[in-house]
């Protein structure tokens, strides 16, 4: 096992379902979907710091295993302590090339708010 291996935590990919609310109006809910493993580094950028740029403290690196599909602005919780991230990058952008001893992909998350 690996260090980054060893990082990655249980998280859930959150699927958004819609109904009605019964007065003619829709609500929009999230069920749990697949689970998977990933390792979640917040990023600390040197220009946000420097700028004091509040966004800049919710933006994270994710770490997934080689074949995690998710896509951008697919939603996941961190199992752990709940929290919420909106994928913000292409995980296909990013993977190790296929001779790597180490099969993983990484994209970019930001923190949100749940949603519901």
Do not use: H
């Amino acid at each position: 096992m690996t260090l980054i291996e060893s990082m990655m935590k249980p998280c859930t990919r959150l699927i958004e379902t819609g109904a009605t609310d019964g007065a003619f109006g829709r609500y929009t809910e999230y069920i749990d979907g697949e689970s998977f493993q990933a390792a979640i580094l917040k990023k600390s950028a040197p220009e946000g710091v420097t700028a004091e740029q509040p966004s800049m403290d919710e933006l994270y690196t994710v770490v997934l295993p080689a074949g995690t599909a998710l896509e951008y602005g697919e939603l996941f919780r961190r199992d752990a302590d709940g929290a919420w991230f909106r994928v913000t990058g292409n995980p296909r952008d990013a993977q190790a090339p296929a001779q790597s001893t180490v099969q993983i992909t990484k994209t970019t998350a930001e923190r949100i708010e749940p949603l519901c």
